[in-house]
Every structure is written in structure tokens, then in C-alpha cells.
């Protein structure tokens, strides 16, 4: 029972982690812009579901819908006075991730003096498990986790492969010069990649808000987690980084089965560093080389 | 020229100033975490720690005006020291306030070192009193917590069976040992020891491992977001049994969350109703924050007021106020009287106070359920 309860526990974990790195993945993927404050879009979406739905008691599709604006807005901030001068003078990889590491930080010590900086979440009777069968405790939030990374994901997937936006985004990275031959701007379309990238995330924040609960710093980790994701699905494959994120929750979890709880987190750093070593590319990635 | 001039001369009146603000005061170091998962702690020592300069300064009982000044640690060793070393060789400070087992570890060798003195009142291990001259606690050792807690968590309330969830941290794991070894004595078992990572936040499914041991009670060693994170997960994933903790779980973020209500932890003993010191505490921390104090604001509170104890008596004497000659006043001092009563230092810079046990109330504190007892 316990392996069954671990696997329950690592899909519902894994399905926050996929959304998470499905976001970063897109944005990566389109743009090539090392999204590192990705985290704190994700720190802002939660924070404000919080204010808004335990403290201010607005209802909870008003606070979701306003953690998704601020997530995009956001992301589109990013992208506009961060990522853009930077590209438009120099555009070194490096400076790019530590100016989104700056921003990081600075959101959390802003989020930490708004909100404060101890521990607050979202108490609702769907973070509550019940016993479905002896010694198998499920929360409804489990499976609402589960359902809504498919649904986003397949309706991203959708709107990737079916639309002519979703299909500039995929060529922007390739070839920013034949979006312009289609008559769209690539400007524009790394936009959409931010602002897409930025409210996927959402989900998963006001699920962790939730569970877990939130402290400022809850974006670092989120953002390690989708990182490590995004490397094991296949750099800028969005199916390699939700099958990354669901294998990380999973191998989290799993891992409880019969090692000590010390080693949980380790093994998703083991299973990052056994495709780094033996699949570079990850699951769905080209290898180096590859055209 | 005449810019350059300009410039130059307003170079000197600044540092000039700069210079003589300085000499116009006394300052003392904090290396406490200002930001991170544990700055709510930072926050809080801080606050009761410039509630003690603000006395002391109001009350004039230094010749110079006393100023704190704050490096954060983020409560990791490594960056306490980073802190450390800047508050003992840049600032200059003859007294640092530390917390943290972890942090006050590391940076007690940088202390000793130079002849500082590091008062730790938030870190709880065991080996906190075995780190030199130049070490000191105002807050009773979690040895001292558990000799109570065990005993009256076994005997007096039946929780036989004792699963412990406790973080991969010197006071995680000085806790496990002292469980370990008063847990049997008091004729109780300890059914589960389960380590978690320092920055693990999904315990989900360490939840199924403790309802797979079928505990009484649930005892968690963590500090910080985590303890919360760990408190609200268990109860979320079907763990009803009872709860108890150390002192940590005094912090705000455990007394205010719904699912910590009924849990048991230890505190040291103090009466915010003593006429003196301990009322005057009391009174102007709920003016500032709306809150009643607890032990950790007695702590931070007394460590000021050791040095500016310490400090008065040196400047009487008419001897410097260093390091070294703080220790000796120590010595000579004794007992201080101090919020909570008299508080007496130990041989090795620990102090022994009696522990009472206390039941989150539900409404954002603690009430006391057994008065203060000496650990045996």
C-alpha cells in the first residue's frame, strides 16, 4: 500500500513540477532566453492567490485570474526591460541569467516585505486526504493536479501545432527571419512566449499554495526543480519537460520506498546526472549536432 | 581645481562626521538571518534586540549611545561566518548576537579567535555550551527542553509510541540523539526516526511513513517555513495524532496556523507579569507589535541586556569594553537580573532555567499547561 500511496503522492507532485518546467521550457525553447526569474513569476502567482483569496476573500477564480495577470505582466516585464536591452547591446548568456538572478532575489525580499516572511498557505478542505481504501489516503487536489496539467498541456500542444502564433513561436528560436516573411514580428512573438511561458505556471502555484504553503522563497526551489526538469525531458521539448517534471515528482517520492527521507531529494539530482551523463539530449531532446 | 578642491574638502567633513558618529557610540554586532526561508526568525530577534537598545538608550545607561548593527546569516553557516567576520573585522564590535545551532557553530571559532563574545538565544544543540570562553547562551540548551518534555510526554500524558520527523541539521540531529536516550527512560518507544533535508518542502509522503508506524505522537525537530510546511502537510494527509515539538515552535508561523492547534512544545519559564523589567518588555513589544512576547524576545531582550550590564560595570571601572574584558566582568558579575528573574551563567556560558510546557492555543499563541520545572 505504501508504493501505491508513493505514487499517488509523486503524480501529484510531479503534475505541479511538469507545469512549472512546461513554462520555462516554452520561453527557453522560443526565445532561448535563460529564464531564471521564472521562479518568481511563480513566488508572485502564488503570493497573490494567497492575499487575495485567505486574506482579502475574494472568490477563487478572481484570485486565480489576477495571479495569472500578474504572472504575464510580469513576464512580459522581463521580457521588455530586462532580456530586451540587454539582447539589444551585448546578449551574453551570462549577463541575461544573473540579471534574471538579481531579479529573482529581489522578488523575494520584495514578497518577503509585502507579505512577510514566514510561513502562509491556503487552507481549503481539498488539500484534506481522504482514506479511499485502507492505508490509502488521497486528497481531491490530487487529481484536480493531475487533470489540469493535461488539460494545459494538451491545449498548449493545441495551440502550438495548430495556430500560426503558436507556430512562430516554435520557429522564432530557428529562424527569427522567416516570421517576418510570414508578416509577423518576432518581438512580438517572444511576447507570446513570455506571457504563456509566465501564466502556465499559475496552476501549479496555487496548488503548492495549497499543499505545501508558501514561504518567499519557494521560487528558487520551484525553479531548481523546473531546471533539472526542462535538462532530463530535453532542452526546448515542452512533452520532454513534462514528462521530465512528472519523473522527478515520481523519483522524489519514490525514492521513500526504501531509502531514508534524506535521500528524496538527492535522487532527482541523481536521475538529472544519469542523463546528463548517459542522454545528454534528455527524453524528447536533439542531440548535439543534430539538425 | 576648485571642483577638486571642493570635493576634497567635503570628503573630510563626511568622513569627519562619519568618524565622530561613531566615537558618539557604543556598538554591538547581530549576525542573525535577515532574508531566506528563516528571516521571520531575523525579524523577530531583531526586533526585541533594538526593544533592549531602545531601553537602554532611554534609560542612559551606557555613556555613548548603543546601536546594533545587523549582517544576515540566512541562517547557514557559511554565511554566518561571511557575517561574522565582517562584524568582528571591519565593525569592530567587542559583542555579537548569533542564532541557529548551525550558524553559531561556525562562527564561534571566529569569535574565540579574535576575543569576541557570541551570545546565541535562538539555537538550541546540546554542544553550543562546549565552544569556548567566548560563547555564551541565554536560552536553555535542548537537552534541557527534552529531560522535561520526554518524561511528561510518556508518563504524564501516555504517548508511548514516539515517531519523530527531525531535519538533516546539528539541532535536528542533537535532538533525535537526546529523544533517543529519554524516550526509553521514561518508559516510552520511539517508533520512527525519519531525517529530511534542510530544504525539503513536500512531506507528503513522509506523512505515509509515519502512519505506516502507527506513533501516539508525532514529535517534529525542524525550525523555520519547513516545521510549518510539516505540520499543515501531516494533517492534510491523514496524521490526526497529537503533536509536539522543541521551542521553535513558539515562532508566529506555527501559533497562528490552523493545523498546529492542541500541539504541545517546551519554552523557558517567564512571567510578563513581574513588576520590572519583564512588564515593561511585555508591555512595550505589544504597543510596537500587537503581539505578546515570547522566550525568543526574552533572549534576544537579555543578551542585549548582559552587555549593557556588562558594559556599565567596565565603564564605571573605567576599563575598555572589549571582548576579553566583557568575559572577565562576566565572571565577576554572577547572577544579572534580567526578564524572567535572575538568570546565572554557568561555568561554560550556558544558563539553567526552569522549562514549562505549553498547548498552541489556537487563536495565535500559547497557553501554559505545566508550569516551569527544573530538567533533572
Given amino acids: 500500500m505504501l508504493l501505491l500511496q508513493l505514487v499517488i503522492n509523486g503524480l501529484q507532485l510531479g503534475a505541479i513540477y511538469a507545469l512549472t518546467a512546461v513554462g520555462f521550457s516554452l520561453i527557453f525553447g522560443a526565445t532561448k532566453v535563460f529564464h531564471v526569474a521564472h521562479g518568481a513569476a511563480f513566488t508572485i502567482a502564488a503570493y497573490l492567490f494567497w492575499w487575495t483569496s485567505a486574506v482579502l476573500h475574494m472568490p477563487w477564480p478572481v484570485a486565480a485570474l489576477i495571479a495569472v495577470l500578474a504572472a504575464v505582466l510580469f513576464g512580459l516585464f522581463m521580457e521588455r526591460f530586462v532580456y530586451r536591452p540587454i539582447q539589444r547591446h551585448e546578449g551574453a548568456f551570462f549577463t541575461v541569467f544573473i540579471a534574471a538572478f538579481g531579479v529573482q532575489i529581489i522578488v523575494q525580499n520584495l514578497v518577503g516585505t509585502i507579505f512577510g516572511r514566514g510561513f502562509v498557505s491556503v487552507t481549503t478542505s481539498l488539500s484534506r486526504s481522504v482514506e479511499v481504501m485502507p492505508g490509502l489516503f488521497v486528497a481531491p487536489i490530487a487529481a484536480i493536479s493531475i487533470v489540469v496539467a493535461i488539460i494545459v498541456f494538451t491545449v498548449l500542444t493545441y495551440y502550438l501545432t495548430r495556430t500560426h502564433t503558436g507556430m512562430a513561436m516554435r520557429a522564432l528560436s530557428e529562424n527569427p527571419d522567416l516570421i517576418r516573411v510570414f508578416g509577423l514580428d518576432p518581438a512580438r512573438v517572444a511576447q507570446y512566449a513570455f506571457a504563456i511561458g509566465s501564466a502556465i505556471v499559475v496552476p501549479g502555484a496555487i496548488f503548492t499554495a495549497m499543499t505545501a504553503g508558501l514561504n518567499p522563497a519557494v521560487g528558487a526551489h520551484v525553479m531548481l526543480i523546473s531546471l533539472a526538469a526542462t535538462i532530463v525531458g530535453g532542452i526546448g521539448s515542452l512533452r520532454g519537460a513534462a514528462c521530465g517534471g512528472l519523473l522527478l515528482g515520481l523519483a522524489e517520492n519514490l525514492a521513500l520506498w526504501r531509502l531514508d527521507p534524506q535521500w528524496s531529494e538527492a535522487v532527482t539530482f541523481v536521475v538529472l546526472f544519469l542523463f546528463i551523463i548517459f542522454r545528454p539530449a534528455g527524453f524528447f531532446g536533439r542531440p548535439h549536432g543534430a539538425k | ?376
Avoid at chain 2, 538550541?124 to 511528561?152: C, H, Q, T
Avoid at chain 2, 558594559?311 to 524572567?340: C, H, M, W, Y
Fill in chain 2, 1 to 376: 581645481m576648485h571642483i577638486t578642491r571642493l570635493l576634497a574638502v567635503l570628503a573630510a567633513v563626511c568622513l569627519g562626521a562619519a568618524g565622530a558618529a561613531a566615537q558618539d557610540t557604543i556598538k554591538i554586532g547581530a549576525d542573525l538571518p535577515m532574508s531566506g526561508p528563516n528571516a521571520e526568525y531575523g525579524e523577530l530577534f531583531g526586533a526585541a534586540a533594538n526593544l533592549a537598545a531602545e531601553h537602554a538608550n532611554a534609560d542612559k545607561m551606557l555613556s555613548k549611545k548603543l546601536v546594533i548593527q545587523f549582517e544576515d546569516s540566512q541562517a547557514t553557516p557559511q554565511q554566518g561566518v561571511v557575517a561574522m567576520n565582517k562584524l568582528v573585522n571591519v565593525e569592530k564590535v567587542p559583542y555579537v548576537l548569533s542564532a541557529f545551532t548551525g550558524v553559531s557553530k561556525a562562527i564561534a571559532p571566529v569569535g574565540d579567535k579574535a576575543k569576541v563574545v557570541s551570545v546565541n538565544g535562538g539555537g538550541i544543540g546540546p554542544d553550543l555550551a562546549e565552544l569556548g570562553d567566548y560563547f555564551w547562551n541565554v536560552i536553555p540548551l535542548v537537552n534541557l527542553e527534552i529531560r522535561v518534555m520526554a518524561p511528561y510526554l510518556v508518563q504524564e500524558r501516555g504517548f508511548k509510541k514516539i515517531a519523530l520527523v527531525y531535519v538533516d541539521d546539528p539541532a535536528g540531529e542533537a535532538i533525535q540523539k537526546e529523544l533517543k536516550e529519554n524516550v526509553p527512560k521514561a518508559g516510552g518507544q520511539m517508533v520512527a526516526e525519519l531525517q529530511v533535508p534542510r530544504n525539503a518542502q513536500q512531506f507528503t509522503s513522509i506523512a505515509a511513513k509515519v502512519r505506516e508506524s502507527s506513533p501516539d505522537l508525532v514529535f517534529i525537530a525542524s525550525f523555520g517555513a519547513q516545521q510549518a510546511q510539516i505540520v499543515k502537510q501531516l494533517r492534510d494527509n491523514g496524521v490526526p495524532q497529537q503533536l509536539a515539538s522543541y521551542s521553535a515552535f513558539a515562532s508566529p508561523t506555527v501559533t497562528q496556523l490552523p493545523e498546529a492547534k492542541g500541539a504541545l512544545f517546551p519554552s523557558q519559564s517567564v512571567d510578563w507579569k513581574a513588576a520590572g523589567m519583564s512588564e515593561r518588555v511585555a508591555k512595550d513589544w505589544k504597543a510596537k507589535t500587537n503581539k505578546e512576547p515570547n522566550a525568543y524576545v526574552a533572549n534576544y531582550y537579555n543578551a542585549v541586556m548582559v552587555f549593557v550590564k556588562l558594559a556599565q560595570a567596565l565603564e564605571k571601572s573605567g576599563q575598555p569594553i572589549t571582548g576579553e574584558n566583557l568575559l572577565k566582568q562576566r565572571r565577576a558579575n554572577g547572577t544579572f537580573d534580567l526578564v524572567g528573574g535572575k538568570m546565572e551563567f554557568l561555568p561554560n556560558g550556558s544558563v539553567s532555567m526552569p522549562i514549562q510546557i505549553n498547548e498552541i492555543d489556537g487563536a495565535g499563541g500559547g497557553k501554559l499547561i505545566k508550569a516551569g520545572t527544573m530538567a533533572k
